[in-house]
Structures are given as C-alpha cells and as structure tokens.
C-alpha cells in the first residue's frame, strides 16, 4: 500500500503558479497510478487530473487542460501538479490519491482510488 502525503499549497496571485508535490510511501509506487482531485467550499470533489503508473499517459479535467501538467519519479516515489494560470475557480482543497487497480477513464472518478492524503489548501487571489 501507499500513503499520499501532499505539499506546496499557499497564496497565489491570479496568474500566478504553483507546484503541488504528493511524496508517497510504500515500495509498491510505481505500480499505482496517481490522480489529483480538488474540493472548493460548498461544493463537491472533483477529478483534476490523474497519470498512469508508468507516467506516459495522463489525464486531464477540461477545465484544467492546457494550464495544468501532471509528472512523476517513481524513483522518488512522488508525483507533481505544476499549476499555472492560476484564477480564484483554481481554489480548494487539493488531494493526491493513489489507485492500484484502475485505468484509463476510471481514473477520473474518485472510486477508482484506493488511498488518499490530507489535502493541501490552494487559494488563487483576483
């Protein structure tokens, strides 16, 4: 098993980037794939992004794509969110999960994980 543990939330401008890390431990990382996820207050969790267990393919939430990049070294047992473009929709809770038994577009969907960290808080300023 893994256990998710992120970093690298805080305050950022409009516009401005920030780099989510989630180190995970367990010597099984590389066989898990990874996915973010996201909270705003008021409302529900939803999928932003997820990469493969070899780190080939990722995947994105449309509202995401183009400003969001997702990476991985399972050297390190870590996976990265780079966040640019950031605007005040960019705000929540973000979560790093970990699925040991899904694939493709089930990893967009929050049942697909099997483990998942505390979150990390991003506020986007306008």
């Known amino acids: 098993q893994v256990q998710p543990v992120e970093s690298g939330g805080g305050l950022v401008q409009a516009g401005g980037s920030l780099r989510l890390s989630c180190a995970a431990s367990?010597?099984?990382?590389?066989?898990?794939?990874m996915g973010w996820f996201r909270q705003a207050p008021g409302k529900e969790r939803e999928f932003v992004g997820a990469?493969?267990?070899?780190?080939?393919?990722?995947y994105y939430a449309d509202s995401v794509k183009g400003r969001f990049t997702i990476s991985r070294d399972n050297a390190k047992n870590t996976v990265s969110l780079q966040m640019n473009s950031l605007n005040p929709e960019d705000t929540a809770v973000y979560y790093c999960?970990?699925?040991?038994?899904?694939?493709?577009?089930?990893?967009?969907?929050?049942?697909?994980?099997?483990?998942w960290g505390q979150g990390t808080q991003v506020t986007v300023s306008s």
């Open positions: 999960a970990a699925s040991g038994r899904a694939s493709g577009k089930d990893l967009r969907t929050g049942a697909a994980y099997d483990y």
């Open positions: 367990g010597r099984t990382f590389s066989s898990y794939a």
């Open positions: 990469i493969s267990w070899s780190g080939v393919i990722t």
